[in-house]
């Protein structure tokens, strides 16, 4: 064999490899940036359960298909208040369904969706078919609030069920105040799925007022914030780890042994060919020409 047929087959050999060694870049997943709630245009009917969906798109505007998307009512105004699918995926359309079950008390409900980082939210139009009217309360007071009780539970909250919170409004002599409305909110939200039964609840004959907390599987602070007259009164609350999601470490590679990487843009649809995948065929189809030329030489030469 000559000097030049086997510098041919060198280079053609150090070709394949070459085209062995780059990585193939796998297509980046979509990532969901706009969610659009479909909800029935008619009021919804209590103990009825009724079908939503959402409608998932990326930032250009193209439906993702197989996104997981999660779903919640807020506020909690009855325990019977449910979604029957709290996690969905989306279709071949990029569309999620799921179905609502609202329990006939009186209320307002707003539906949230998550997709990624995106949340949605519309507020549920009842129909007040089958629910019992309001009931009456405690004529108000002119007295002013000067010292709120709040009343936790003794153990830890467990995620998504339903906590009763009390609180107890005092004048400035110490006397119960009955007919104070008391404005509940809970900070900081660790998720958008955690919610309270009342914004505004009254108090009784004995000056109490209560709401129920529904807190989310999702780790973080919250405290509870009741205020009434301009007088508020805050606590912590003690969630369980119950049920909470524990926390995942991603393994480390030491700098000196990680792999070096490449980026390849790609373009066009979620069928399309990986740029790497690309890359390696021009290079396999260089690598055997040149293999097949110097074969081809060295037959003329004989």
Request: glycine letters at 8%; hydrophobic letters at 45%.
């Amino acid at each position: 064999m000559s000097r030049a047929a086997r510098a041919l087959r060198i280079v053609a050999a150090s070709t394949l490899l070459a085209a062995l060694a780059v990585p193939a870049v796998a297509a980046a997943e979509p990532v969901a940036a706009t969610l659009t709630i479909t909800a029935p245009a008619a009021p919804i009917v209590c103990r009825v359960e009724t079908e939503v969906s959402v409608l998932v798109l990326d930032a250009n505007g193209a439906t993702i298909a197989g996104k997981a998307v999660s779903w919640g009512l807020a506020p909690v105004v009855s325990s019977q208040d449910a979604v029957t699918a709290p996690e969905s995926v989306t279709g071949s359309q990029g569309v999620a369904t799921t179905k609502l079950y609202i329990d006939c008390i009186r209320g307002s409900r707003t539906l949230l969706v998550k997709a990624d980082d995106a949340i949605a939210s519309q507020v549920l139009s009842i129909s007040d078919e089958g629910i019992p009217a309001a009931t009456p309360t405690p004529p108000p007071t002119t007295d002013v609030a000067a010292r709120l009780i709040l009343t936790l539970p003794a153990t830890p909250i467990v995620c998504r069920t339903q906590t009763e919170i009390s609180v107890r409004v005092l004048d400035a002599g110490g006397a119960t105040l009955a007919g104070k409305v008391v404005t509940w909110s809970i900070m900081p939200f660790a998720s958008t799925l955690d919610s309270w039964t009342d914004d505004g609840s009254v108090t009784g004959s004995q000056g109490v007022a209560t709401t129920q907390v529904w807190i989310d599987c999702v780790p973080g602070r919250r405290a509870i914030n009741a205020s009434v007259d301009g007088v508020t009164a805050s606590a912590d609350l003690v969630i369980s780890d119950q049920g909470m999601p524990g926390a995942t470490v991603e393994p480390s590679v030491p700098a000196e042994t990680a792999p070096a990487t490449s980026t390849v843009s790609a373009t066009g649809g979620q069928g399309g060919v990986p740029g790497g995948m690309l890359v390696v065929g021009a290079l396999a189809l260089v690598g055997s020409c040149l293999i097949l030329g110097t074969k081809a030489w060295s037959a003329a030469r004989r």
